[in-house]
């Protein structure tokens, strides 16, 4: 049965990606540009979580952290600079 | 019946990313838009992410921590970043109100 759930849910993931590259492409300020890429590194966490359910290997969970650490610092750092004009002070 | 249960969350996980990800291409201001990806998708990883501890537990007998460690980490840091981005929008949008009452 999961075999036949697995593509469904890749399908609708990756819709839900290219809507989120669709608000970087088009979103009018730089602060809905900076929570779609928040948004689109939470989506690839879980289109890689449903790769590594698909393949039975542990392999991509240190994959999927790295992008979710790295997708907060990320954001954490352009909402600052947008808030300051400065990273750190 | 395992298997059952884990095709159930893991649709209901991929649904909700879906409908996160259309609230943030179809709503119409910044703070609306907040709203969706952080709730919903929130959500949607959270139910995959049980989907796939259940599956490796019950299927390859092996319990893996990383997905508990990916959960944790995105719930503690979801309300964090989009405390900081609606704080980052009202500041531009003060901004541009002084620019425009400026002009006047």
């Known amino acids: 049965m999961l075999e ?3 593509p469904v849910a890749f399908t609708m993931v990756a819709i839900a990606l290219i809507l989120n590259l669709y608000r970087v492409i088009v979103g009018p300020s730089v602060a809905d540009r900076i929570l779609a890429l928040d948004t689109l590194s939470i989506n690839s966490i879980a ?6 359910l698909y393949l039975g290997n542990t392999l991509y969970f240190e994959a999927a952290l790295l992008i979710a650490v790295m ?3 990320g954001t954490v750092a352009l909402s600052k600079y947008l808030l300051r004009g400065d990273i750190m002070e | 019946m395992f298997e059952i249960i884990i095709s159930i969350l893991v649709l209901i996980g991929a649904f909700f990313t879906l409908v996160g990800s259309i609230g943030l291409a179809k709503l119409p201001d910044f703070f609306t838009r907040l709203h969706g990806p952080t709730k919903a998708t929130t959500l949607g990883v959270g139910a995959i992410l049980i989907a796939s501890s259940l599956y490796f537990f019950v299927f390859k007998d092996e319990i893996s921590l990383h997905e508990i460690l ?3 980490f995105l719930f503690i840091t979801a309300p964090v970043s989009a405390h900081l981005m609606a704080k980052a929008a009202i500041h531009i949008k003060k901004n541009e109100d002084k620019k425009l009452s400026n002009d006047k």
């Open chain 1, 4 to 6: 036949f759930i697995l």
């Open chain 1, 47 to 52: 289109i890689l979580i449903m790769l590594s």
């Open chain 1, 71 to 73: 997708g907060f610092v």
């Open chain 2, 70 to 72: 990916i959960t944790l």
